[in-house]
């Protein structure tokens, strides 16, 4: 069904190596109140994650992950026991443990690679959210933003296609599935400047519905490279702005730290 009103899924991060907010929310605590603090805001969904998606961070693995949310997860499910929440991981361990403390979404950057993974998605009913990400060795390359090689937006949209081929064969009701373009998931500046001027004729190039894609560029170098902003700036107000744009094309879906 068509969204009636923009949907946001307020990240929460539980690393101390992000890019935007790493290390201020590893007290369960601390978490619980900001998911609650984002609820109150317009939230509708808090996307809980542990390992950081930087490029170039150190991947970590599914014990150590499951050590950081799990405190903050019983917390947040005792406190807000009616919110929605999304578990972004790529490690099915991660997930089936989080699907156990009644986790509604999976949130998967390396796009249900993983056969365990996939069969996971393929056996529950939970949402899942299934993001171009291009890594190597458990993480996001680091690309190069000075590279200034001309782009087009065709093997985005093709590797974004091979997700949805990969989901759709496992026979996974396409109602449960979003997919996440993913900017700046090892990828240049220019590369996201061409899967977002593409925006437009995305959903008819993929033959996907508008309202199944999630778009998730909050804080990220896409942003203040759009802007030409340098240093340590806060982007949030920038990220709305093109939340805007994207709103007036009919994507309804957004992944933000600040609603």
């Not at 050590?67 to 997860?73: C, G, S, V, Y």
């Amino acid at each position: 069904m068509p969204l009636d009103e923009p949907l946001y899924l307020a990240v929460l991060n539980l690393t101390p190596d992000s890019f935007s907010d790493g290390g201020l929310f590893l007290d369960p605590a601390q978490a619980a109140a900001h998911a609650i603090q984002l609820l109150a805001q317009g939230a509708n969904i808090v996307d809980i994650g542990a390992e950081s998606t930087r490029p170039g961070s150190q991947p970590i693995g599914p014990q150590e992950e499951w050590r950081r949310i799990e405190p903050a997860l019983s917390l947040l499910k005792k406190t807000a026991p009616d919110c929605i929440l999304s578990i972004d991981t790529r490690h099915p361990e991660v997930a089936h443990q989080a699907l156990n403390q009644g986790v509604d979404i999976i949130n998967d950057i390396a796009g249900f690679q993983n056969a365990e993974m996939l069969d996971l998605a393929s056996g529950s009913n939970c949402g899942l959210i299934a993001t171009r990400g291009r890594m190597t060795d458990g993480r996001l390359l680091a690309p190069d933003y000075s590279d200034l090689s001309p782009r087009s937006a065709d093997e985005a949209v093709s590797e974004i296609g091979l997700i949805q081929d990969r989901l759709l064969s496992a026979d996974i009701d396409p109602e449960r599935i979003v997919l996440d373009p993913g900017f700046g998931f090892g990828t240049t500046f220019l590369e996201d400047q061409a899967i977002w001027n593409a925006l437009p004729h995305l959903p008819s190039l993929l033959n996907w519905p508008i309202e199944r894609f999630c778009i998730g560029i909050s804080r990220k170098r896409f942003v203040a490279c759009t802007f030409e902003i340098s240093g340590n700036i806060p982007l949030d107000a920038k990220t709305a702005e093109m939340h805007k744009h994207a709103m007036e094309i009919g994507y309804k879906i957004f992944r933000t730290h600040a609603v």
